[in-house]
């Protein structure tokens, strides 16, 4: 069973910032996609970005700029940047790795972000 390990929620205002890390073992095997996504109750849960092995990136259209997703060098560590959050951004947010080749996915348990207004 992979763990991932998210780290970086909270409360904030709306206008702050908010910094998401997740870290998948060392022995997550590549190519993969991080990502991550976000759910608030009632609702599908729905990407907010995800980032493949040669750091592609993809984005939900109501970031629209807002949010930047990195990996680190080692590969296993994915960020994602939030910058001029709104409340609509409320929600629980989860972390996926994806490993096509051996056609896998793996979620963290989620972190909870909340923006105030």
């Known amino acids: 069973q992979v763990q991932l390990r998210e780290s970086g929620g909270g409360l904030v205002e709306a206008g702050g910032s908010l910094r998401l890390s997740c870290t998948a073992p060392?022995?997550?095997?590549?190519?993969?996609?991080m990502g991550w996504y976000r759910q608030t109750p009632g609702n599908e849960r729905e990407l907010v970005a995800k980032?493949?092995?040669?750091?592609?990136?993809t984005y939900g259209e109501f970031v629209r700029g807002r949010f930047t997703i990195s990996r680190n060098r080692a590969g296993n560590t994915v960020f994602l940047q939030m910058n001029s959050l709104e409340p609509e951004d409320t929600a629980v947010y989860y972390c996926n790795v994806d490993v096509p080749r051996i056609s896998r996915t793996y979620w963290g348990r989620g972190t909870q972000v909340t923006v105030s207004s």
């Open positions: 980032i493949t092995s040669r750091a592609d990136a």
């Open positions: 060392g022995t997550i095997l590549t190519p993969n996609i």
